[in-house]
């Protein structure tokens, strides 16, 4: 899983950004806002199954086929409800026809994701590498088939129809690999009973991705409202860039987090002294990355991308320091988990979308695509520093990111 994803990382790094070039900031925008356009109804074709089903196949083996079957059926409705939306919208709003055409080769292609619960079953039976051997490959072939289009002057809606390969290839690897292990997609079945059981337990999973998606999506969405699709190629560009670190926080988040929940066992003080040192650490990284990136935006932009690309070098150099509340809010996560306060999560989540839409408001009529920036920073500033200062149970937490920000454990350890 880590090879793919690094793999993944590489491949947006350099092929990502020669597609940019090649693209530059119309079709790109184009899109970067059709994706945006159909991940805020995202929600409604997971149903927050994906992040509930492996956990389910664990504690229920017994009942695989049925868990599959239902888990299918609820996300092929899902996808149905999406594409249904999208089809209203296309008819109320004023896109011009390739852009429609896009957004609704994009919402067709989530019917097919409906079989990423054989991912959910693999990871459930600790055999994910089946399945990451197959992304693996597609993800060569994905980035061979953007070079040819490149090559070939290929227009936009090519690469749109690579990226809907891309993923119908991933399914179908699933397929082949989940038959070669003697199983077999016949067996699934559907249960009403079952079906109400894993909505009773995923609709908070479908909240906070409805409350992501708005959060993540609305920006490119409000600047193509305000603006053009020329001036959200410029934003998506930075955003790519700023995004391509995000990674990191993960990865740091998954190698170290089980030591931490080992020290609850252990005693309270050092549970929380190794949660403050895994705070501290985000954000020394956050910072390294932010500062140099803030000084070097408009060279790095200029030496990877065209000309045309004049506004997204100031972008970025607000946009990568919404990276330090990331990766906070990385380690924050971990932090609700452990404590089960997923509900609270919900809460302020909920604060930082209303914030975001409401600074996009304010701040892109004003500012342009560096308001879109700004109000990304400051509503992740919210949404993981502030917010959680509302509520008693998540208080600590404000107080151990303080302590970090002001890295007052480092100055005390320098002097």
Do not use: C
């Given at each position: ?16 950004i020669w597609v940019t070039r ?156 989940y038959f070669y292990n003697k ?88 549970y929380y002294d190794r949660l ?140």
């Open positions: 899983m880590m090879s793919d994803k690094v793999l993944r990382i590489f491949a947006a790094l350099t092929i990502g090649y693209l530059g900031p119309n079709d790109l925008g184009v899109l970067s806002y059709a994706q945006s356009f159909v991940g805020l109804f995202a929600a409604f074709s997971t149903l927050g199954l994906d992040r509930l089903l492996a956990r389910e196949l664990v504690n229920r083996p017994d009942e695989k086929y049925l868990l599959l079957g239902t888990s299918f059926i609820l996300q092929t409705i899902g996808s149905t409800i999406l594409v249904s939306f999208l089809l209203v919208s296309i008819f109320i709003n004023d896109n011009d026809e390739l852009t429609n055409k896009v957004i609704i080769i994009m919402g067709l292609v989530t019917f097919v994701n409906s079989f990423n619960v054989i991912a959910a079953y693999f990871q459930s039976i600790v055999k994910t590498k089946h399945v990451v051997v197959t992304s693996i490959v597609g993800l060569v072939l994905f980035s061979l088939i953007r070079i040819v289009l490149i090559l070939i002057e290929a227009p936009l809606i090519y690469f749109v129809y690579a990226i809907a390969f891309d993923t119908v290839f991933l399914i179908l690897g699933a397929i082949y690999v199983q077999s997609i016949f067996k699934w079945k559907f249960s009403m009973v079952m079906a109400k059981s894993l909505l009773n337990d995923s609709w908070p999973l479908i909240l906070n991705t409805i409350f992501i998606s708005v959060y993540v999506r609305m920006d490119q969405i409000m600047i193509e409202s305000f603006m053009d699709s020329f001036s959200v190629g410029q934003y998506a560009a930075a955003v790519n860039l700023s995004q391509a670190w995000y990674f990191v926080p993960g990865i740091i988040g998954a190698s170290l987090f089980p030591a931490i929940v080992n020290a609850k066992k252990i005693s309270k003080s050092l403050q040192r895994l705070y501290d650490l985000m954000v020394i990284l956050a910072v390294s990355i932010a500062i140099p990136m803030t000084f070097l935006s408009d060279w790095l932009v200029e030496l990877l991308l065209k000309d045309e690309f004049n506004l997204t070098g100031g972008v970025l150099s607000i946009h990568i320091w919404a990276g330090v509340f990331v990766f906070l809010g990385v380690s924050v996560s971990k932090w609700i988990l452990t404590e089960n306060l997923q509900r609270v999560s919900s809460f302020t989540l909920f604060i930082g979308m209303v914030a975001n839409i409401i600074l996009n408001f304010i701040l892109i009529p004003k500012y342009g695509i560096k308001g879109a920036a700004w109000a990304t920073l400051i509503s992740q500033s919210i949404s993981v520093l502030f917010a959680p200062l509302l509520f008693k149970k998540t208080r600590p937490s404000f107080f151990m990111m303080i302590k970090a920000l002001s890295f007052s454990s480092v100055f005390k350890k320098i002097f």
